[in-house]
């Protein structure tokens, strides 16, 4: 199986067209997405410009490529940009049959493959926190502002993410419920691991997820999918990495 994956697009329309190109040229069999694709705004304007840019931009993408390229699968996660405000619009790209949201305890079959999905990142500057979990219990979080999504209201909540995340389980927890998965597989995790060279920001700072280094040792997905740190294969001349039999991968994203 041929699959194009990207990461990190963050609604950059030059981006999405680069995309539609490549895959025209390389026919793949299947395309993931993995997180951060949709444009940042502030909380007040969230849901209108991540749910529309879904409703159009992403959409017409799949469609464009279904009628160029014939049946392609795609898969999705979320990254820590993206709010649960998008969760309505994946929801009808999915029932119109466009692409298949990825979760930890959904196992997704393509044929002989199986995927699962990861959406959450470790706490970041950026204000969105739907998709923030504490990596392990007992780390700490010097981010306090932020907002999440509530969807019984319809808007966003100003929270105190410091405290807000402790209520919640952590990456590490979220990824010891995933269940046996049939190989060969593919992990699709926002975050990329920790020590494996794939997690290092410009300032030189190394912010990858020990809970997801610590999963992909122990459960040994034959390919793991990752971006979040853009500069990272700029700043150590690696975007691939073997950790025991999984290939795990970060192509990064240029400016």
Request: charge should be negative; charged fraction near 25%; aromatic fraction near 8%.
């Amino acid at each position: 199986m041929r699959i194009l994956f990207t990461s990190d697009l963050h609604g950059q329309r030059h981006l999405y067209d680069q995309l539609a190109e490549l895959a025209v040229v390389v026919r793949p069999d299947a395309l993931i997405l993995g997180g951060d694709m949709l444009p940042d705004s502030g909380p007040e304007e969230a849901e209108a410009v991540q749910a529309g840019f879904f409703s159009t931009v992403v959409r017409d993408l799949l469609v464009r490529l279904r009628d160029e390229l014939g049946p392609l699968r795609t898969a999705m996660i979320f990254g820590n940009h993206e709010a649960r405000c998008a969760e309505a619009a994946v929801a009808r790209l999915e029932d119109e049959g466009l692409l298949t949201f990825l979760s930890p305890n959904k196992v997704a079959a393509w044929g002989e493959v199986s995927l699962v999905g990861y959406s959450c990142a470790p706490p970041c500057p950026y204000w969105a926190k739907d998709y923030e979990r504490l990596d392990r219990r007992g780390d700490e979080n010097t981010f306090e502002e932020g907002y999440v999504w509530e969807p019984d209201a319809g808007e966003f909540r100003r929270i105190n993410a410091v405290e807000h995340l402790r209520t919640l389980a952590t990456m590490e927890e979220d990824l010891a419920s995933v269940g046996p998965v049939e190989r060969p597989w593919i992990l699709v995790a926002h975050s990329p691991p920790a020590g494996v060279q794939l997690d290092r920001l410009a300032c030189g700072l190394e912010v990858g997820s020990e809970a997801v280094a610590a999963f992909i040792r122990q459960r040994q997905p034959d390919v793991s999918l990752h971006g979040h740190v853009h500069e990272a294969p700029r700043m150590t001349g690696q975007y691939r990495q073997q950790v025991g039999r999984t290939l795990v991968v970060n192509p990064g994203q240029g400016e």
